[in-house]
């Protein structure tokens, strides 16, 4: 198994990492972006693929210096080429053409997605398929059938916003902070989960698909009453202001349970329609501690093993892209320095 530089910029974080083959990894270096997009609650493209320029060459150099290597001993690079944000995207591929072509090793382009489902058997075992994996991060949110670790089949997605994607408004509605995610999870844990009635969608027994838009206006009417008026003349009665420090954590609290039971749900029915040796998840929302609880629970009550990934795997981070590049190239599947960066991709392309 090749020791493999990965190299991960498909959004906010520049990041890279050295693994001995899929699972064993020597350094994981990550440089967030944070910062930069705070000001605009969101990832601004443009600013995200100029600070990629910046701050990638020093994260790669990191990476190789935490491994306890030297650039001459790395045996593959790997790139995550699709999906993501294209401005982004290109600077770590063009990155990686330029390493594997200057070391005369095997470049890989790796499809995101699948790497994040490859992300719990880093610094573990490989994962017993076939298995449920639930992604859920800012971009995607998706429960599949895996048979390997290149075989994913969707068994349902979310027909509108991405969960995660659902906890960042949520973090603006409550000017809770950013990133959302671990601003929502601060504010309910001092909330009661149940003070406020919100929607979880269900779009019927036979369909594995989520929604999380109706639990996002639900939450935007919770703290700003119903509008009167309709589209851009709509005035709401109230504001964020008028929300003590008590409704704002009861608010995130009762958001976060019914997103998580939807997610979870979901799951359930994923267990109980497929064969499963085990539960896997990843993607920046598995590192909730409530939805990781409430898995947990789940796994047991179905006597299934659970392989979650450790927080520092959940979020973006090149380790994942680096193991499972290794898998692509020591089965032959390298690409050329055509290699392209690709902005959509379902995981059905990722094979
Ligand atoms: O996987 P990721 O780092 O990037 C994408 O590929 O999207 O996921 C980022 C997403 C963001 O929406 C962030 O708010 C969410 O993961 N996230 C969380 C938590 N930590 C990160 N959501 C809920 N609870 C968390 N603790
Ligand atoms: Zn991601």
């Avoid at 990492?17 to 609650?41: C, E, F, K, M, N």
């Avoid at 493209?45 to 650039?71: D, F």
């Avoid at 958001?255 to 998580?260: D, G, H, K, T, Y």
Wanted: net charge negative; glycine share 10%; hydrophobic share 45%.
């Amino acid at each position: 198994m090749p020791l493999t530089l990965g190299i991960e910029t498909s959004c906010d974080e520049s990041a890279a990492a050295v693994t001995d083959g899929p699972q064993r990894v020597r350094s994981s270096v990550i440089a967030t972006q944070h910062d930069l997009h705070a000001l605009y609650a969101g990832v601004v493209p443009e600013i995200a693929s100029r600070a990629h320029l910046q701050r990638l060459t020093p994260v790669i150099t990191e990476a190789v210096r935490q491994a306890g290597v030297s650039l001459s001993d790395i045996e593959a690079i790997a790139v995550g080429n699709r999906p993501g944000l294209i401005g982004s995207l290109l600077v770590g591929v063009s990155a990686a053409k330029a390493l594997a072509w200057s070391l005369d090793v095997p470049l890989v382009g790796v499809h995101h997605l699948l790497a994040h489902l490859h992300a719990p058997s880093l610094d573990d075992g490989e994962i017993a398929f076939p298995a449920v994996s639930i992604l859920a991060s800012g971009g995607h949110t998706a429960v599949y059938h895996q048979t390997g670790p290149l075989e994913a089949t969707l068994l349902g997605g979310t027909i509108d916003d991405a969960v995660g994607e659902a906890f960042d408004k949520a973090a603006t509605m409550l000017e809770a902070g950013y990133p959302g995610g671990p601003a929502i999870e601060r504010l309910a844990a001092r909330g009661n989960d149940r003070a406020v009635d919100l929607p979880i969608a269900r779009l019927g027994k036979d369909r594995l698909d989520f929604s999380f838009a109706g639990l996002k206006t639900a939450l935007l009417y919770a703290v700003r009453g119903t509008p009167t008026g309709r589209g851009r003349q709509s005035v709401f009665p109230r504001s964020i202001a008028d929300c003590d420090a008590d409704r704002r954590a009861d608010l995130a609290a009762s958001f976060q349970r019914c997103a998580v039971s939807a997610l979870v749900d979901g799951v359930e029915r994923a267990l109980d329609r497929t064969e499963a040796r085990s539960l896997c998840g990843g993607g920046g929302v598995l590192a909730n501690t409530l939805l990781r609880s409430r898995l947990e629970a789940l796994a047991q009550s179905k006597d299934v093993p659970l392989r979650l990934p450790p927080m520092k795997y959940c979020v973006d981070n090149a380790a994942m892209i680096a193991g499972l590049g290794s898998l692509l190239v020591s089965s032959g599947r390298t690409d050329g320095l055509d290699l392209q960066a690709i902005a959509r991709s379902p995981v059905g392309d990722a094979a």
